[in-house]
């Protein structure tokens, strides 16, 4: 199973105490050599400069491909063009474009309301490769999943490269919507998001905002574990394993690791999957 490809996510670390452990991660992974590491803003883009120099950071440090993620709510379009300007120029060519999350108070002029607006902006600019997000459930905006095709149309229609899904916990959700997407004339790769679940409550909690299903067999498996940090670990790789298997006994080769900045569940993960470390690498 050595021919699966894969990439992460990190986000930035808040505060300094923060930055050592983080790069301890990523170097933790980067022998695994993804196809790309993604790095996250917070919600509302409360981390936005830490994202951007981690981003330029990861370029200039290691030999991982960064891609760095960029949400349009609440910033201008001078700000859009001016963030495409400095990746470009330090030869980050891979954007991740949401929306992102709807501020209770608005700050900005709302001149981009959605990743379309975004994309445009964008791709007017340079041209980056483009990913996006997709919901094999459905957004909680959406009225409709067949509203979820529709916009996913356009952002390829204006230059998305590929989508990687919401965190999903049945598997036949996901081959759901890759079926509907087919049928719909979407080709471009459609990677699935996959979330080792430590904490279960929190993540349970999260789902639900999302719209994620969390099958009660799954939040079984964690009863009783709350103070068992160590068997709430090799519960959560088990169930990951389980995830990846059927993806990947249905032909799925691709996947993207939400690691929540822990490297160690994703690496476990990877090695049981067959992708292992060169000795060159160690």
């Not at 990861?58 to 379009?77: E, F, G, Q, W």
């Not at 994309?119 to 909680?140: C, G, M, N, Q, W």
């Not at 999903?168 to 509907?180: A, E, H, K, P, T």
Request: one cysteine or more; glycine letters at 4%.
């Amino acid at each position: 199973m050595n021919n699966i490809n894969v990439s992460f996510e990190f986000f930035p670390p808040k505060n300094k105490e923060s930055i050592e452990s983080l790069w301890s991660n990523i170097r933790r992974l980067e022998p695994l050599q993804p196809k790309f590491i993604s790095v996250t803003y917070g919600a509302g883009g409360s981390t936005r400069e830490n994202t951007h120099n981690l981003v330029k950071e990861i370029k200039k440090k290691t030999n991982l491909i960064p891609a760095a993620h960029l949400t349009c709510i609440d910033t201008s379009v001078q700000e859009i063009e001016k963030i495409a300007d400095d990746y470009w120029n330090n030869d980050i060519k891979h954007i991740v474009a949401l929306r992102g999350d709807v501020p209770l108070v608005k700050k900005g002029k709302n001149e981009l309301s959605f990743a379309t607006d975004l994309i445009k902006v964008l791709k007017r600019k340079f041209d980056f490769e483009i990913t996006v997000s997709a919901y094999p459930e459905k957004h909680p905006d959406s009225k409709s999943i067949e509203q979820e095709y529709d916009v996913l149309k356009k952002k390829i229609d204006l230059g998305a490269n590929k989508a990687i899904t919401q965190f999903f916990f049945d598997v036949n959700s996901y081959f759901d919507y890759l079926d509907g997407a087919i049928k719909r004339g979407i080709s471009i790769p459609i990677i699935p998001g996959i979330l080792p679940v430590t904490n279960c409550k929190k993540t349970m909690e999260f789902a639900k905002k999302m719209n994620c299903k969390v099958p009660k067999s799954l939040s079984d498996m964690f009863q009783g574990l709350d103070s068992d940090n160590e068997t709430r670990k090799l519960v959560a790789t088990t169930i990951v394993y389980d995830q990846c298997i059927k993806l990947i006994s249905s032909g799925i080769k691709d996947f993207h690791f939400y690691t929540l900045n822990r490297a160690d569940l994703s690496f476990a993960i990877c090695h049981i999957l067959g992708i292992r470390i060169l000795k060159d690498d160690i």
